[in-house]
């Protein structure tokens, strides 16, 4: 069970709403809990909450005929270009509190291939998890 509050609390903090995973993650070290598994928990569920951002993201195009959509076609193609030129590696950074939240969504309104943003995003979590548990251990 603690466990899956740990993959739940990772899943929800990555999406837009406002939570953190790493203070769960901190106290479970602090507990004694395997520190790989913490580890694989915590990134999965980080990555796939990132990755309901990139659907949400994908899927807001259905309304982009709307007048009430908030960007034109051509800003879209403009800023899909921009995106895919020097964004794409920006994902890599998909774990920064406040704007890598917000990346993963915008990644899915730019149409960024499935596979690249999961690659990018996974490593990044992987990256920020893996420094989280290393600096904690530090500490004991």
Known sequence: MIYLSLFFTALIAATLFPLSSEAL???LLYQQHSPLLLWLIA??????GSCINWYLGK????????????FSSAQLDKAQTHFQRYGLASLLFSWVPVIGDPLTFFA???RIRFWQFFVL?????ILRYGAVIWFTLQML
């Open 25 to 27: 993650l901190i106290t």
């Open 59 to 70: 899927q807001c195009l259905h309304w982009q005929d709307k007048k009430w959509f908030p």
């Open 121 to 125: 995003v996974a490593l990044g979590k």
């Open 43 to 48: 990134t999965s569920g980080n990555t796939l």
């Open 108 to 110: 899915g309104v730019m």
